[in-house]
């Protein structure tokens, strides 16, 4: 009969993230006039450490946030990059992707301590309205993402990129 004890893992107040998986969903619907369209829905999952627990925004939390900085901040930064004759290049979409973990807080209550887990952030692609993506042409375009996230104490976590997909199989 052994009896041991699991002390809290020792993690950076810097979130860490590392790259767990994507996927796409594609669905078709009905427009208001019947015109059936569809869409690329993909999801990236990244796995993620914090060592004080601070992931996550109330709207409490980013309203001050916001009168601490002046400005609104993206607490997940999303990037696309299309690949261009074997190489992959940055888009710059005229809607950035990626947005906010606001309206709840990974753990509840200001005690600090570890926590660990995985965050799934989807974005989707129409069919008929890739251009406002610079370099997607709607037809089989492979890409990829980069995702970073920031804490309560805007603390950015390292970067990660996810593995390439194809968009707009058709």
């Not at 060592?51 to 309203?63: A, N, Q, R, T």
């Not at 990059?81 to 888009?91: D, L, P, Y």
């Not at 509840?108 to 370099?135: L, R």
């Amino acid at each position: 009969f052994v009896l041991s004890c699991v002390g809290e893992p020792d993690y950076s107040f810097t979130p860490e993230i590392g790259f767990n998986s994507i996927r796409i969903i594609t669905t078709s619907s009905p427009d208001i006039l019947g015109n059936v369209s569809k869409r690329d829905s993909v999801v990236i999952s990244v796995d993620f450490k914090d060592g004080d627990g601070d992931l996550g925004f109330s709207e409490e939390d980013y309203k001050a946030l916001i009168k601490r900085t002046g400005d609104s901040v993206r607490t997940i930064d999303v990037n696309i990059f299309v690949a261009k004759n074997g190489k992959f290049v940055k888009s710059n979409p005229s809607e950035k992707i990626g947005g906010n973990l606001k309206g709840f807080r990974f753990k509840q209550g200001s005690k600090v301590g570890a926590i660990e887990g995985v965050i799934d952030y989807s974005t989707s692609f129409g069919y008929t309205n890739f251009n406002k993506i610079p370099g997607l042409t709607g037809k089989s375009d492979t890409v990829k993402f980069s995702v970073q996230i920031i804490d309560r104490a805007l603390n950015k976590s390292n970067v990660t990129e996810s593995s390439s997909i194809v968009l707009y199989k058709r």
